[in-house]
Nanobody
């Protein structure tokens, strides 16, 4: 079983930055494919960014490319999402996700509890 705990959400003005962190336990991070998803009320949870086990493979949703950066530190068991140039449409609950196999866009994951990101215009 994998436990994921996110932190770093909050309120920021449009154009600002936030850094989300996810701490994983229960399994060595280097064995997990990690992703960030987000969800707004009434909509499906959507993929934001994903990173392979070693960190060499990374993918982003088109809507965040050039503004968000995903990274991981396997030694510390953490994954981060640096979010710059935030827009009101980035406002959502952000979830950390982990899976041992498959693709980081898959939804069959271990999930964290989510952290709220609010962007004011």
């Amino acid at each position: 079983q994998v436990q994921l705990v996110e932190s770093g959400g909050g309120l920021v003005q449009a154009g600002g930055s936030l850094r989300l962190s996810c701490v994983a336990s229960g399994r060595t991070l280097s064995t997990l494919i990690m992703s960030w998803f987000r969800q707004v009320p009434g909509k499906d949870r959507e993929f934001v960014a994903g990173i392979g086990r070693s960190g060499t493979r990374i993918d982003y949703a088109d809507s965040v490319k050039g503004r968000f950066t995903i990274s991981r530190d396997n030694a510390k068991g953490t994954v981060a999402l640096q979010m710059n140039s935030l827009k009101p449409e980035d406002m959502a609950v952000y979830y950390c996700a982990a899976r041992p196999l498959g693709d980081y866009r898959d939804h069959d994951n271990y999930w964290g509890q989510g952290t709220q990101v609010t962007v004011s215009s």
